[in-house]
């Protein structure tokens, strides 16, 4: 396995591993996990995902998650984000699906709005557009590690309430919704 250094600090290409050798062996499982610690994110190119693959690689990390209530295949392992319609056609601007897209669009962490968040994300694009598409990664760990001394102090002892409901403020929320989905509080340090 290689690995590739991607960013000052963080994220890494994997190469010579396959994501199936990850799911099916405890040596590809060890040495990929290795690397994910160190590094937060890590990227394998040109792999055969299905959702099959994407479920088995993922669930050598752990437990998976369901889906939350009002997603697209809420309550399966299977988040799929689109801006395409049952009949091919892409979905209008203020669609539900479209106006979740954009709140997905802002600055967010993932998961961090559950009262146990995941270890990780495990995203895979099986479409990419020609233009756009992007996603951008940061790592919380390393913005921590790098502050400075005092300002970790200063921090330290505060507590942050995130809901998930603040980046959603243009989508009206099912009552189902924000009972499954309440604020929770985190102590920063």
């Known amino acids: 396995m290689e690995l590739v250094p991607l960013g000052p600090g963080f994220a890494a290409e994997l190469r010579g591993v396959d994501l199936i050798d990850v799911a099916s062996g405890d040596a590809g499982y060890r040495a990929v996990r290795e690397a994910f610690e160190e590094h937060s994110v890590i990227l394998f190119r040109n792999q055969e995902v299905s959702d099959d693959v994407q479920v088995a690689f993922s669930r050598a990390f752990g437990p998976l998650e369901r889906t939350k209530v ?27 699906q479209a106006l979740a897209n954009q709140a997905n669009q802002l600055w967010h962490t993932d998961s961090s709005f559950k009262a146990t968040p995941a270890l990780a994300s495990v995203l895979s694009a099986r479409i990419v557009p020609e233009v756009g598409g992007e996603t ?54």
Request: net charge negative; charged share 25%.
């Open 70 to 96: 009002g997603s697209l295949c809420a309550g399966t392992l299977y988040v799929h984000i689109t801006n395409v319609a049952e009949d091919g056609a892409l979905v209008s601007p203020t669609d539900r």
């Open 136 to 189: 951008e990664f940061a790592s919380t760990r390393l913005a921590w590690d790098r502050l400075p001394d005092a300002r970790k102090e200063e921090l330290c002892d505060l507590v942050a309430t995130h809901s998930y409901a603040n980046s959603r403020d243009q989508i009206e929320m099912t009552p189902e919704e924000l009972a499954a989905l309440p604020p929770v509080r985190w102590r920063l340090a």
